[in-house]
T-cell receptor, first 110, second 114 residues
Framework: GEDVEQSLFLSVREGDSSVINCTYT??????LYWYKQEPGAGLQLLTY?????DMKQDQRLTVLLNKKDKHLSLRIADTQTGDSAIYFC??????????FGKGTRLHILP | NAGVTQTPKFQVLKTGQSMTLQCAQD?????MYWYRQDPGMGLRLIYY???????DKGEVPNGYNVSRLNKREFSLRLESAAPSQTSVYFC?????????????FGPGTRLTVT
């Protein structure tokens, strides 16, 4: 069935790079997304990538897509305390629904 | 421009009570959605409305009903609340349908059913 898997926790020192990984199952995905959720708030789209792309860079964010392995990653360069949040990977399925992962909680160490 | 607003922010219900969660967006978006988020889980789609006048079931529709009142507003009703419906409910909207890139989320409604 359709599923999106990601690790639940990640701890990173301030100033280091954070890499959050995600695997998905549906090879027909058209869009893959990264959303950020801060405490007590709704989700906010960080970035997305079309399935025919390998990489997308947007300021401190780099998304890598390996379609063969169905693996998506989000790299945050120079991680700051404001990056502390839950990050959700999601994929669109056949144009009519989006499947979200369970979220990775990013904790920033001083 | 408030984006997506939801009321109430918090609610406690007794089993069997009913209530309606309200959602409104001021971005002139065509599509609106209701999700629930449970601890340690991703978001699960309850219902969505691709355009004014249409609604469709999502992944977990049982126990809920929706109304797309107009282009701006999309409400979610619990007719007879159950403890299993304790959750955080998020409304979202997008200019286009589910396949398109960006959904804008409201701040959420935290519902507890005792």
């Amino acid at each position: 069935g359709e599923d999106v898997e990601q690790s639940l926790f990640l701890s990173v020192r301030e100033g280091d790079s954070s890499v959050i990984n995600c695997t998905y199952t549906d090879s027909s995905s058209t869009y893959l997304y990264w959303y950020k959720q801060e405490p007590g708030a709704g989700l906010q789209l960080l970035t997305y990538i079309f399935s025919n792309m390998d990489m997308k860079q947007d300021q401190r964010l780099t998304v890598l897509l390996n379609k063969k392995d169905k693996h998506l990653s989000l790299r945050i360069a120079d991680t700051q305390t404001g990056d502390s949040a839950i990050y959700f990977c999601a994929e669109s399925i056949s144009g009519d629904k989006i499947i979200f992962g369970k979220g990775t909680r990013l904790h920033i160490l001083p | 421009n408030a984006g997506v607003t939801q009321t109430p922010k918090f609610q406690v219900l007794k089993t069997g009570q009913s209530m309606t969660l309200q959602c409104a967006q001021d971005m002139n978006h065509n599509s609106m959605y209701w999700y629930r988020q449970d601890p340690g889980m991703g978001l699960r789609l309850i219902y969505y409305s691709a355009s004014e006048g249409t609604t469709d079931k999502g992944e977990v529709p049982n126990g809920y009903n929706v109304s797309r009142l107009n282009k701006r507003e999309f409400s979610l009703r619990l007719e007879s609340a159950a403890p299993s419906q304790t959750s955080v409910y998020f409304c979202a909207s997008s200019e286009f349908g589910l396949a398109q890139a960006e959904q804008y989320f409201g701040p959420g409604t935290r519902l507890t059913v005792t």
